[in-house]
């Protein structure tokens, strides 16, 4: 019985009194979005777009991609000078045709039949035309790298998420297989 009242006593005692192990206090839960950064800005791509449409390679500048303005000058200019080319050549064919109606006959292509002029004339025509949509296109690319290059500088890329080639031995044949790994470590 004495132990039963002490049990009694001892469970009375420690169910009654407080335990002050943890103090109670309000825990305030801020979600951070990892995605939204204070680096970011949305018009950053089309401000690059914009001044390389002003002047090509100007936007290469804005991203600080300085090695690729010599290689937007050099596709522009090759595809000018062809541009002009053809079309100098085009006008003298023409040219040439256009006297030989007349009855004059030009030194520089006397040795040229009328079949010959025209056949000339549409070749550096064609020429003349797909030098010009070639020019648009590197134009347009210009354009299209400084925009895509712009939105993908603000891309947060460390050494957290990391794709690379792996190579191993298969188990039955004994070949070398090739993969790719996926890393994400956080």
Known sequence: ???IIFIGLFLFIAGNTTVFAQTETEAVLVAKDTLKSNDIDPLT???AAFFSAILPGLGQAYNKKYWKIPLVYGALGTSVYFYIDN???YHQYRDAYKSRL???TTDDLAFLDNNR???GQKFYQRNRDLSALVTLAFYALNIIDANVDAALI???VDENLSVR???YPNDVTFKTNV???FNYSF
């Open 1 to 3: 019985m004495h132990k």
């Open 165 to 167: 080639p792996v190579l």
């Open 87 to 89: 079309n100098r050549k």
């Open 102 to 104: 007349e009855g004059y």
């Open 45 to 47: 791509p089309a401000k």
């Open 179 to 181: 993969g790719l790994t």
């Open 154 to 156: 603000q891309f947060n």
């Open 117 to 119: 002029l025209i056949a």
